[in-house]
């Protein structure tokens, strides 16, 4: 998923989203439930993985322009 689509999905609290996925209209077996959560999981990480790595870009690129302005 892009950037911008992440940026466009509203933001669930995880504890909000498990609970939406237990609780959800279709039961899930143990398998596809765990399945499930791994996504989720993994998902939430690389999302706040490339946000850190766009922060540290960010920062670089501040330093640089301070750098040449001096």
């Known amino acids: ?14 504890q909000d989203r498990l609970a939406q ?3 959800g209209p279709a039961a899930l077996d143990k398998r596809a439930l765990l399945g ?6 993994n998902r939430r990480e ?3 993985y490339a ?3 766009n922060d540290a870009l ?3 690129r501040r330093g ?6 001096a």
């Not at 998923?1 to 995880?14: D, G, K, N, V, Y």
């Open 1 to 14: 998923m892009t950037q911008q689509a992440e940026a466009s999905r509203p933001h669930i609290p995880l």
């Open 21 to 23: 996925l237990l609780n």
């Open 36 to 41: 499930t959560l791994y996504a989720e999981v």
């Open 46 to 48: 690389a999302v706040a």
């Open 51 to 53: 946000a850190g790595w």
């Open 58 to 60: 960010a920062t670089t």
């Open 64 to 69: 640089a322009r301070r750098d040449d302005d």
